[in-house]
T-cell receptor
């Protein structure tokens, strides 16, 4: 079985500051890891994914995440926050190819302070 | 390329009623997954359909059922609605193939309110 834990249900950062959203995973097999973003009243949009290639993954909108097996982490970062980054962010894991069930974390709401 | 679409966007039902939600897959995709997202929570996997057959199910009772059609579109049916069924229902499509990365593309969701 696989799971993800997102630390911090709410994160606030100032515009232009570093964004760091935390995600730790648990998986009995090498995981595929994902970050999704959800804007109000919308579905989920894929930001980036880790599929056992490079450990540093670059995504859309300037976001990136680093897979650290020793820490079982896949934290999402962005060097400089923009007002448009305000949204809900979900970390998710698939642990077993062929069973494409995404297991999501509880989400982190990101607020950008002007 | 057409993305994933869902209908209706909003729906209000009363307890005990039945509801059908619809999803059209992204062009070229052969797999559809359904998720329930309660308010303030992450999405929870309901079930997945691949080539018209159920291919995995989450911890949901049998009154949640689905179909996938030859054109890979899908329906989610919920019988005997309960208040706790109020949620955003998300459909995601993907292309299942050897060596794939299982990327799922989500639709905008159907907001179901049960009164």
């Amino acid at each position: 079985a696989q799971s993800v834990t997102q630390l911090g249900s709410h994160v606030s950062v100032s515009e232009g500051a570093l964004v760091l959203l935390r995600c730790n995973y648990s998986s009995s097999v090498p995981p595929y890891l994902f970050w999704y973003v959800q804007y109000p009243n919308q579905g989920l949009q894929l930001l980036l994914k880790y599929t056992s290639a490079a450990t540093l993954v670059k995504g859309i909108n300037g976001f990136e995440a680093e897979f650290k097996k020793s820490e079982t982490s896949f934290h999402l970062t962005k060097p400089s926050a923009h007002m448009s980054d305000a949204a809900e962010y979900f970390c998710a894991v698939i642990g077993n190819f062929g069973n494409e069930k995404l297991t999501f974390g509880t989400g982190t709401r990101l607020t950008i302070i002007p | 390329e057409t993305g994933v679409t869902q209908s209706p966007t909003h729906l209000i039902k009363t307890r005990g009623q039945q509801v059908t939600l619809r999803c059209s897959s992204q062009s070229g995709h052969n797999t559809v997954s359904w998720y329930q997202q309660a308010l303030g929570q992450g999405p929870q996997f309901i079930f997945q359909y691949y080539r018209e057959e159920e291919n995995g199910r989450g911890n949901f009772p049998p009154r949640f059922s689905g179909l996938q059609f030859p054109n890979y579109s899908s329906e989610l049916n919920v019988n005997a609605l309960e208040l706790d069924d109020s949620a955003l229902y998300l459909c995601a499509s993907s292309l299942r193939h050897a060596g794939g990365s299982n990327e799922q593309f989500f639709g905008p969701g159907t907001r179901l309110t049960v009164l």
